[in-house]
């Protein structure tokens, strides 16, 4: 699904993210430092912004994915941010390196947790920072046990440049014995989410931001990839 570009829409609309916490990730002294902005809907114009500045073709040349990968990845990266204009029970956040956003999710914050998107991407030519998808998949569980989440489901993508569904089960998703109740691929019961949240918290931490700040995302970050 493609979306409107940003020249399209009212331009004096204020951009109104919410910090959310800092994550921070160490793993064989490897490490990296994300922010996590909570998103809103005016925050629109500057998605726009930034996704058709995410050239992946460009940002990943050295390897050569097959055009039909870049253009699914892209189609993902294009569906988190016209979703992140929705309101509850949709929630999207997007995350943050030293300034460069890399990577984006939404999901449905509901007592059966549905994730929609989660999306990662370079920040410059072949430069990917580690940890960032793990880190939001960490944020959501952090989010789904607070809010008492049941389980968390998703439905795998296919023709996509690595095996998703090997990636979920390593994370503790399993396919879904029980579609006609919860009509998702894969899911996580919640004691499960708890048991692999407690083994990510020996590689990063999420530390919430008390008493978050409303920021102005298109003079804080930097979307030139």
């Not at 050239?55 to 390897?63: A, V, W, Y």
């Not at 590689?203 to 030139?224: A, C, F, H, Y």
Request: with cysteine.
């Amino acid at each position: 699904m493609e979306i409107n570009s940003s020249f399209n829409r009212n331009k004096q609309i204020s951009f109104k993210a919410r910090e959310f916490a800092v994550i921070n990730t160490v793993f064989k002294d490897c490490g990296s430092s994300f922010r996590a902005y909570k998103l809103e809907y005016s925050d629109r114009n500057f998605l726009d912004s930034m996704a058709f500045a995410i050239k992946l073709k460009k940002l990943t040349e050295s390897q050569k994915f097959p055009e039909s990968v870049l253009t699914l990845w892209k189609k993902v990266i294009n569906n988190a941010v016209l979703m992140s204009s929705f309101e509850e029970p949709q929630t999207s956040f997007l995350l943050v390196n030293n300034k460069k956003p890399c990577a984006i999710m939404n999901y449905k914050d509901l007592d059966n947790c549905y994730l929609d998107n989660i999306a990662s991407w370079p920040v410059a030519k072949d430069k990917h920072i580690k940890f960032s998808g793990l880190s939001l998949l960490k944020l959501l569980f952090y989010n789904c046990e607070k809010h008492n989440t049941s389980k968390i489901g998703l439905d795998v993508l296919r023709n996509s440049n690595i095996n998703l569904k090997k990636f979920y089960e390593a994370l503790g998703f399993v396919e879904n014995p029980c579609r006609d109740n919860f009509a998702t691929d894969m899911v996580i019961s919640r004691e499960k989410m708890l048991l692999i949240s407690k083994k990510l918290d020996t590689i990063m931490q999420i530390k919430e931001i008390e008493n978050p700040k409303k920021v102005n995302l298109s003079k804080t970050l930097d979307i030139r990839f």
